[in-house]
């Protein structure tokens, strides 16, 4: 009887150390505001293939599938690019940034693809995704349909395009890497809707850059509600916000956290835009 009691005693202290081991993690962030302690795991990530167009169109256009109005208003600049499906991941990559770089040769010239460097230009860009290249499945991936599935491709705003490339080529090969983001200022948070539908733009994002998690609180009865994307990076709730001094709590791609607590007070309106603590 002895042993077994034992052996019962072991499996129910196994079984509580292995709950808490499943906490999850905004559990976690709730009680560890970790986003300034926590080292990013983003890095400068291996170089990598795709290739380059561009496209036409102004600050308010370039934004489009992510949510960003005006990507200068917004602080982006024009310095965005359009990623294909296979890295838009349903908004998830919105407001990362990467390193592109030039690498055209003679033989991807003659295969029709361009080799159109721009030597005069800058040897790379840094640019910010700020929308969606859709695919065009009634031309092949490599002639016409750039942005297809399985293809990693960038569409870039023409402004970042000639920086590294020239305008007759049309498309370049390129070599890309994931990079930290550099933002002035904090995340900001921009609420429109109506008391029964809110939804939150979440923009100027440093670090990661790409928001994959949001989460609101109020200084009475809302307690913490996690959102749901609604596109790009807008995040919807149907919970009641009116009323109350709102805390945001973001979760970026490297599995860091950024709690903004209290940014929006109680007499807030909607269409107001409110600034948090950003990234290290």
Request: with cysteine; glycine share 12%; aromatic share 12%.
């Amino acid at each position: 009887m002895a042993s077994s009691s034992i052996i019962l005693l072991f499996l129910v202290a196994f079984a509580i150390r292995d709950a808490h081991a499943s906490v999850n993690s905004w559990s976690y962030a709730a009680h560890n505001n970790i986003a300034g302690r926590r080292r990013s795991t983003l890095a400068f990530s291996p170089w990598k293939q795709a290739h380059a167009t561009f496209y036409e169109g102004g600050s308010g256009t370039f934004g489009g599938a992510c949510g960003y109005e005006d990507v200068v208003k917004d602080g982006y600049g024009m310095d965005t690019a359009a990623v294909s499906t296979s890295m838009f991941k349903g908004g998830e990559t919105c407001g990362g940034c990467y390193e592109i770089r030039c690498v055209a040769s003679d033989s991807s010239s003659q295969q029709g693809q361009g080799g159109g460097c721009n030597k005069g230009g800058q040897s790379s860009i840094f640019v910010t995704a700020t929308n969606l290249c859709p695919p065009n499945y009634n031309q092949a991936g490599d002639n016409g349909g750039w942005c297809n599935p399985p293809r990693e491709h960038f569409d870039l705003a023409k402004p970042a395009f000639l920086k590294i490339a020239q305008y007759k080529t049309g498309i370049v090969p390129v070599q890309y890497r994931r990079v930290p983001c550099k933002k002035q200022g904090g995340i900001r948070y921009t609420i429109t809707g109506n008391p029964y539908f809110n939804l939150v733009k979440v923009w100027n994002v440093g670090g990661a850059g790409n928001v994959v998690g949001v989460q609101v609180k109020g200084d009475d009865k809302l307690k913490w509600t996690e959102m749901k994307r609604n596109w790009g990076q807008k995040w919807e709730t149907n919970a009641m916000l009116v009323g109350e001094s709102l805390t945001f709590r973001v979760r970026a791609s490297d599995e860091r956290y950024s709690t903004s607590w209290h940014v929006a007070p109680k007499n807030w309106q909607f269409g107001q835009t409110f600034e948090g603590k950003n990234f290290n």
